[in-house]
């Protein structure tokens, strides 16, 4: 598996210079978990899949925690620039076209993606956010006019607050973003409903 800055990640290269598609995983998935997935979201697109930096009690994720939900949010701040420079050095080492990636992540990864745009809003342009939350809250909002997000939730999510859910989305508005929530009847766990509104989305 290759590695870059620190990463493992995987690069499958479909379509040089269209659309890629960043996928970040939950915690315990890896490099592999969404690769299928971002193959039925767009079967032209480029994938490119980091592993999270940290282990917690040998899963793989995307920043520390201190508990369910609860973050360490100087973890966060220096993993979200971690994550920038790796999409920075892999678009330059793979010629991707920045302007054409998407971020997909789900749960841990659906939170580094939010926290990119909070923090180092240059990284991404848009992003399906898969069960999210609002990682943390930055000292000044971010300008993210001309970015698009897509926020798919569960009503009975069990691990993410709806309340976190709704105010990550407002904290987006907010700033600019062009942000479309969608509540649907599930918990925590994608259903195919996800995979059929982030395939209309991406149309
Ligand atoms: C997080 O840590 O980002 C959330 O609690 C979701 C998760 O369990 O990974």
């Known amino acids: 598996m290759p590695t870059l800055n620190g990463f493992t990640y995987q690069y499958i290269e ?11 995983h939950g ?10 997935l971002g193959a039925e979201l ?4 480029n994938l490119l899949s980091p592993r999270g ?3 917690e009690n040998g899963m793989p994720r995307s920043f520390r925690r201190l508990a369910p939900g ?30 054409r990636m998407t971020a997909v992540g789900y749960s841990n990864g659906a939170n ?3 926290s990119l745009f909070l923090l180092r809003p240059e990284a991404l342009d848009r992003a399906i956010l898969l069960r999210p939350m609002l990682p943390l809250t ?3 909002l971010p300008d993210l006019s001309g970015k698009k997000l897509l926020v798919l939730a569960g009503k009975y999510d069990e691990l993410m607050p709806a309340e976190s859910t709704t105010a990550l989305t407002q904290m987006l508005q907010k700033s600019g ?7 649907q009847d599930t918990g925590h766990a994608l259903i195919s409903t996800d995979v059929r509104l982030a395939q209309d989305w991406l149309k």
């Open 14 to 24: 479909k379509n040089p210079g269209g659309h890629t598609l960043l996928l970040l």
């Open 27 to 36: 915690t315990g998935g890896d490099e592999n978990d969404l690769l299928d």
């Open 42 to 45: 767009d079967p032209q697109a």
């Open 53 to 55: 930096e940290i282990l």
């Open 70 to 99: 609860v973050f360490d949010e100087a973890d966060i701040v220096f993993r979200t620039d971690e994550l920038a420079e790796f999409i920075e050095a892999a678009g330059a080492l793979y010629q991707i076209d920045r302007s």
């Open 112 to 114: 580094i993606a939010a």
């Open 138 to 140: 930055p000292e000044m």
């Open 177 to 183: 973003a062009q942000v479309e929530l969608v509540w």
